[in-house]
Protein backbone atom coordinates (compact mmCIF):
# COMPACT_ATOMS: atom_id res chain seq x y z
CA UNK A 1 0.00 0.00 0.00
CA UNK A 2 2.77 2.63 1.07
CA UNK A 3 5.02 1.60 -2.25
CA UNK A 4 1.33 2.23 -4.47
CA UNK A 5 0.61 5.81 -2.22
CA UNK A 6 4.74 6.98 -3.23
CA UNK A 7 4.16 6.09 -6.90
CA UNK A 8 1.27 8.11 -7.57
CA UNK A 9 1.13 10.33 -10.19
CA UNK A 10 -2.28 11.50 -9.86
CA UNK A 11 -4.81 14.24 -8.04
CA UNK A 12 -6.08 13.49 -5.26
CA UNK A 13 -2.52 11.93 -3.57
CA UNK A 14 -3.31 9.60 -0.33
CA UNK A 15 -1.40 10.02 2.62
CA UNK A 16 -1.56 6.45 4.51
CA UNK A 17 -1.01 5.74 8.21
CA UNK A 18 -0.29 2.25 9.18
CA UNK A 19 -1.89 0.78 12.74
CA UNK A 20 -1.78 -1.99 14.08
CA UNK A 21 -4.20 -3.16 15.97
CA UNK A 22 -2.41 -7.22 16.78
CA UNK A 23 -5.68 -8.67 15.35
CA UNK A 24 -7.74 -7.12 18.34
CA UNK A 25 -11.53 -6.10 17.65
CA UNK A 26 -11.14 -3.63 21.02
CA UNK A 27 -7.88 -1.67 19.62
CA UNK A 28 -10.01 -1.80 16.25
CA UNK A 29 -12.34 0.11 18.41
CA UNK A 30 -10.02 2.34 20.08
CA UNK A 31 -8.14 3.78 17.02
CA UNK A 32 -12.00 4.17 15.70
CA UNK A 33 -12.95 6.53 18.37
CA UNK A 34 -9.42 7.88 18.20
CA UNK A 35 -9.98 8.81 14.53
CA UNK A 36 -13.57 10.06 15.34
CA UNK A 37 -12.90 12.57 17.77
CA UNK A 38 -9.63 13.83 16.19
CA UNK A 39 -11.27 14.19 12.48
CA UNK A 40 -8.20 13.46 10.74
CA UNK A 41 -9.33 10.63 8.70
CA UNK A 42 -11.07 10.45 5.67
CA UNK A 43 -11.12 6.68 5.42
CA UNK A 44 -10.24 3.40 6.58
CA UNK A 45 -8.84 0.35 5.41
CA UNK A 46 -8.93 -2.66 8.12
CA UNK A 47 -6.75 -5.87 7.28
CA UNK A 48 -7.27 -8.22 9.98
CA UNK A 49 -10.26 -10.10 10.58
CA UNK A 50 -13.05 -7.88 11.97
CA UNK A 51 -16.40 -9.09 13.79
CA UNK A 52 -18.96 -6.73 12.72
CA UNK A 53 -20.96 -7.10 15.89
CA UNK A 54 -22.88 -4.17 17.73
CA UNK A 55 -19.90 -2.02 19.55
CA UNK A 56 -17.99 -1.80 15.97
CA UNK A 57 -21.50 -1.13 14.04
CA UNK A 58 -21.80 1.68 16.26
CA UNK A 59 -18.24 2.83 16.10
CA UNK A 60 -18.44 3.01 12.12
CA UNK A 61 -22.27 4.82 12.46
CA UNK A 62 -20.14 6.98 14.57
CA UNK A 63 -17.18 7.85 12.78
CA UNK A 64 -19.11 7.99 9.11
CA UNK A 65 -15.82 7.48 7.00
CA UNK A 66 -16.06 4.73 4.21
CA UNK A 67 -14.78 1.48 6.03
CA UNK A 68 -12.81 -0.92 3.24
CA UNK A 69 -12.27 -4.25 4.52
CA UNK A 70 -9.75 -6.51 2.91
CA UNK A 71 -10.79 -9.86 4.88
CA UNK A 72 -14.28 -12.07 4.76
CA UNK A 73 -17.19 -10.97 6.08
CA UNK A 74 -21.00 -11.02 5.52
CA UNK A 75 -22.88 -8.75 3.94
CA UNK A 76 -23.26 -6.02 6.16
CA UNK A 77 -26.69 -4.51 7.49
CA UNK A 78 -28.10 -1.85 9.82
CA UNK A 79 -27.26 1.59 9.74
CA UNK A 80 -23.23 1.03 9.67
CA UNK A 81 -23.87 -1.04 5.83
CA UNK A 82 -23.46 2.03 4.20
CA UNK A 83 -19.81 3.02 5.58
CA UNK A 84 -18.87 -0.82 5.11
CA UNK A 85 -17.38 -2.55 2.29
CA UNK A 86 -15.97 -5.93 1.97
CA UNK A 87 -13.50 -6.83 -0.84
CA UNK A 88 -12.94 -10.58 0.04
CA UNK A 89 -15.97 -12.61 -1.06
CA UNK A 90 -18.46 -13.45 2.35
CA UNK A 91 -17.75 -16.73 4.75
CA UNK A 92 -20.60 -18.71 2.93
CA UNK A 93 -19.47 -17.96 -1.07
CA UNK A 94 -15.89 -19.04 0.51
CA UNK A 95 -17.24 -22.36 2.13
CA UNK A 96 -18.98 -23.07 -0.73
CA UNK A 97 -15.99 -23.38 -3.49
CA UNK A 98 -14.02 -25.43 -0.44
CA UNK A 99 -16.92 -27.98 -0.43
CA UNK A 100 -17.60 -28.19 -3.81
CA UNK A 101 -13.44 -29.01 -3.87
CA UNK A 102 -14.13 -31.95 -2.17
CA UNK A 103 -14.66 -35.36 -4.09
CA UNK A 104 -18.22 -36.55 -3.26
CA UNK A 105 -17.40 -39.87 -2.15
CA UNK A 106 -15.26 -39.48 0.51
CA UNK A 107 -15.60 -40.39 4.14
CA UNK A 108 -16.68 -37.68 6.78
CA UNK A 109 -14.64 -35.00 6.66
CA UNK A 110 -12.51 -33.17 9.71
CA UNK A 111 -13.12 -29.11 10.20
CA UNK A 112 -10.36 -28.13 12.07
CA UNK A 113 -10.14 -24.88 14.72
CA UNK A 114 -7.98 -23.30 16.51
CA UNK A 115 -10.11 -21.08 18.79
CA UNK A 116 -10.03 -17.95 17.14
CA UNK A 117 -13.24 -15.71 15.69
CA UNK A 118 -12.24 -16.40 12.57
CA UNK A 119 -11.96 -19.53 12.95
CA UNK A 120 -14.85 -20.21 14.70
CA UNK A 121 -17.05 -18.08 11.44
CA UNK A 122 -15.41 -20.42 9.30
CA UNK A 123 -16.10 -23.60 10.92
CA UNK A 124 -20.03 -23.08 11.15
CA UNK A 125 -20.22 -21.74 7.56
CA UNK A 126 -18.07 -24.92 6.14
CA UNK A 127 -20.26 -26.85 8.31
CA UNK A 128 -23.49 -25.03 6.56
CA UNK A 129 -22.26 -25.77 3.42
CA UNK A 130 -22.11 -28.97 4.42
CA UNK A 131 -25.82 -29.57 5.74
CA UNK A 132 -27.30 -27.67 2.72
CA UNK A 133 -25.50 -30.32 0.62
CA UNK A 134 -26.94 -33.11 2.40
CA UNK A 135 -23.71 -34.51 3.25
CA UNK A 136 -21.90 -36.65 5.90
CA UNK A 137 -21.45 -34.10 8.88
CA UNK A 138 -17.99 -33.22 9.45
CA UNK A 139 -16.26 -33.99 12.50
CA UNK A 140 -15.03 -30.84 14.17
CA UNK A 141 -11.55 -31.01 16.10
CA UNK A 142 -9.68 -28.38 18.53
CA UNK A 143 -6.08 -28.17 17.29
CA UNK A 144 -5.80 -25.14 19.76
CA UNK A 145 -2.37 -25.33 21.38
CA UNK A 146 -3.80 -26.70 24.85
CA UNK A 147 -5.46 -29.31 22.05
CA UNK A 148 -2.29 -29.98 20.29
CA UNK A 149 -1.52 -33.35 21.84
CA UNK A 150 -5.09 -34.74 21.78
CA UNK A 151 -5.50 -33.31 18.51
CA UNK A 152 -2.57 -35.39 17.52
CA UNK A 153 -4.30 -38.56 18.56
CA UNK A 154 -7.57 -38.29 17.01
CA UNK A 155 -7.23 -37.36 13.85
CA UNK A 156 -4.27 -40.11 13.08
CA UNK A 157 -7.21 -42.94 12.24
CA UNK A 158 -8.34 -40.49 9.51
CA UNK A 159 -4.88 -39.92 7.95
CA UNK A 160 -4.61 -42.13 4.64
CA UNK A 161 -8.16 -42.52 4.10
CA UNK A 162 -8.97 -39.42 1.66
CA UNK A 163 -10.81 -37.56 4.56
CA UNK A 164 -10.95 -33.80 3.65
CA UNK A 165 -9.13 -32.19 6.38
CA UNK A 166 -10.43 -27.87 6.32
CA UNK A 167 -8.64 -25.65 8.59
CA UNK A 168 -9.82 -22.54 9.60
CA UNK A 169 -8.74 -19.67 10.38
CA UNK A 170 -4.98 -18.23 9.81
CA UNK A 171 -2.66 -20.93 9.26
CA UNK A 172 0.19 -19.89 11.28
CA UNK A 173 -2.17 -21.49 14.40
CA UNK A 174 -1.70 -24.61 12.57
CA UNK A 175 2.25 -23.81 11.36
CA UNK A 176 3.98 -22.19 14.85
CA UNK A 177 5.35 -23.40 16.97
CA UNK A 178 4.53 -26.83 16.55
CA UNK A 179 3.07 -28.35 12.57
CA UNK A 180 -0.31 -29.95 12.82
CA UNK A 181 -0.60 -29.90 8.72
CA UNK A 182 0.05 -33.40 7.45
CA UNK A 183 3.05 -34.23 4.98
CA UNK A 184 1.53 -35.10 1.75
CA UNK A 185 2.88 -38.72 1.47
CA UNK A 186 1.28 -42.11 1.22
CA UNK A 187 0.19 -42.46 4.33
CA UNK A 188 -1.58 -39.21 4.92
CA UNK A 189 -4.70 -37.45 3.24
CA UNK A 190 -3.88 -35.37 0.40
CA UNK A 191 -7.32 -33.38 0.94
CA UNK A 192 -6.27 -30.68 2.80
CA UNK A 193 -7.68 -27.42 2.95
CA UNK A 194 -6.35 -24.27 4.74
CA UNK A 195 -8.16 -20.74 5.31
CA UNK A 196 -8.44 -18.02 2.57
CA UNK A 197 -6.81 -15.93 5.52
CA UNK A 198 -3.78 -18.19 3.83
CA UNK A 199 -1.17 -15.86 2.51
CA UNK A 200 2.84 -16.46 0.47
CA UNK A 201 4.45 -15.86 4.24
CA UNK A 202 2.44 -18.77 5.45
CA UNK A 203 2.56 -20.61 2.34
CA UNK A 204 6.51 -20.93 2.20
CA UNK A 205 6.33 -22.38 5.76
CA UNK A 206 4.75 -25.57 4.57
CA UNK A 207 7.68 -27.08 3.65
CA UNK A 208 6.81 -31.08 3.33
CA UNK A 209 2.93 -30.48 3.33
CA UNK A 210 2.84 -27.91 0.38
CA UNK A 211 2.40 -30.73 -2.13
CA UNK A 212 -1.24 -31.71 -0.91
CA UNK A 213 -2.61 -28.09 0.19
CA UNK A 214 -5.43 -26.20 -1.02
CA UNK A 215 -6.54 -22.79 -0.28
CA UNK A 216 -9.12 -20.37 -1.81
CA UNK A 217 -8.15 -17.04 -3.08
CA UNK A 218 -8.48 -14.81 -6.12
CA UNK A 219 -7.30 -16.44 -9.50
CA UNK A 220 -5.85 -12.64 -10.66
CA UNK A 221 -2.67 -11.97 -8.57
CA UNK A 222 -0.73 -15.26 -9.08
CA UNK A 223 -0.23 -14.14 -12.39
CA UNK A 224 1.05 -10.71 -11.18
CA UNK A 225 3.26 -12.22 -8.75
CA UNK A 226 1.16 -11.10 -5.57
CA UNK A 227 -0.80 -12.60 -2.90
CA UNK A 228 -4.79 -12.12 -2.70
CA UNK A 229 -4.40 -10.29 0.22
CA UNK A 230 -1.28 -7.51 -0.73
CA UNK A 231 -3.15 -7.70 -4.19
CA UNK A 232 -6.73 -6.94 -2.21
CA UNK A 233 -4.95 -4.23 -0.04
CA UNK A 234 -3.55 -2.79 -3.03
CA UNK A 235 -6.92 -2.44 -4.55
CA UNK A 236 -8.34 -0.94 -1.29
CA UNK A 237 -6.09 2.19 -1.34
CA UNK A 238 -6.55 2.36 -5.24
CA UNK A 239 -10.53 2.08 -4.90
CA UNK A 240 -10.61 5.24 -2.11
CA UNK A 241 -8.51 7.16 -4.36
CA UNK A 242 -10.22 6.68 -7.37
CA UNK A 243 -13.76 7.27 -5.29
CA UNK A 244 -12.33 10.96 -3.29
CA UNK A 245 -14.60 13.59 -3.03
CA UNK A 246 -12.30 16.22 -4.19
CA UNK A 247 -13.73 18.75 -1.58
CA UNK A 248 -13.20 15.92 0.97
CA UNK A 249 -17.20 14.88 1.45
CA UNK A 250 -17.15 11.68 3.13
CA UNK A 251 -20.72 11.04 2.19
CA UNK A 252 -19.76 11.94 -1.13
CA UNK A 253 -16.78 9.61 -1.14
CA UNK A 254 -18.85 6.75 0.27
CA UNK A 255 -21.90 7.13 -2.66
CA UNK A 256 -19.05 7.16 -5.35
CA UNK A 257 -17.87 3.61 -4.23
CA UNK A 258 -21.16 2.27 -3.14
CA UNK A 259 -22.69 3.27 -7.02
CA UNK A 260 -19.48 2.16 -8.80
CA UNK A 261 -17.48 -0.38 -10.80
CA UNK A 262 -13.48 -0.70 -10.45
CA UNK A 263 -11.16 -3.14 -12.10
CA UNK A 264 -8.48 -3.74 -9.74
CA UNK A 265 -5.39 -6.03 -9.38
CA UNK A 266 -7.23 -8.67 -7.66
CA UNK A 267 -10.55 -8.40 -9.26
CA UNK A 268 -13.27 -6.12 -10.62
CA UNK A 269 -15.68 -4.66 -7.31
CA UNK A 270 -19.17 -3.68 -7.87
CA UNK A 271 -21.02 -1.94 -5.20
CA UNK A 272 -24.41 -1.13 -4.90
CA UNK A 273 -27.07 0.00 -2.06
CA UNK A 274 -28.04 -3.64 -1.42
CA UNK A 275 -24.47 -4.98 -2.29
CA UNK A 276 -21.80 -4.05 -0.29
CA UNK A 277 -19.30 -7.06 -0.47
CA UNK A 278 -18.12 -6.33 -4.11
CA UNK A 279 -15.82 -8.55 -5.05
CA UNK A 280 -16.28 -11.09 -8.25
CA UNK A 281 -16.69 -14.25 -6.81
CA UNK A 282 -16.78 -16.15 -9.96
CA UNK A 283 -13.00 -15.50 -9.57
CA UNK A 284 -12.91 -17.27 -6.77
CA UNK A 285 -10.43 -20.18 -7.48
CA UNK A 286 -8.00 -22.84 -5.52
CA UNK A 287 -4.37 -21.82 -5.08
CA UNK A 288 -1.55 -23.88 -4.10
CA UNK A 289 2.49 -23.20 -3.40
CA UNK A 290 4.55 -24.68 -5.99
CA UNK A 291 8.31 -23.98 -6.30
CA UNK A 292 8.37 -20.75 -3.92
CA UNK A 293 5.22 -19.00 -5.40
CA UNK A 294 2.09 -19.23 -5.19
CA UNK A 295 0.29 -20.52 -8.05
CA UNK A 296 -3.58 -21.75 -9.40
CA UNK A 297 -3.79 -25.39 -8.29
CA UNK A 298 -4.79 -28.27 -9.84
CA UNK A 299 -7.09 -30.49 -8.73
CA UNK A 300 -7.09 -32.26 -5.16
CA UNK A 301 -7.29 -36.40 -6.13
CA UNK A 302 -7.91 -38.38 -2.93
CA UNK A 303 -5.53 -40.71 -1.27
CA UNK A 304 -5.85 -44.28 -2.20
Do not use: C
Not at 52 to 69: E, F, G
Not at 197 to 209: H, Q, Y
Not at 239 to 252: I, T, V, W
Request: aromatic residues 6%.
Amino acid sequence: MQQWADAQRTTPRAKVRFVDVAGSDARLLLELKRASDAGDTDAFVVGVPATLDDPLASAIALVRRPILLTLPIAEPSGDAARWIFGLAPTPDVIARALVDALPSRTTPAIVVTSGSLASGREELALTSTFRTDGRPMPFVMSAAPDQRDLFMQRVKPFLGTGSGMFFTGPAASYLDPQRVVPAADATTTVLVFLSYLMDANDAGRLGDAAPGVRWPGLRRPTTAGLGTHAATATDAIALLAASADPAGDPERTRARIEGGTFAGIATTYRFSASRHVGVDTGEIGLLAWENGRVVAARPVVPAR
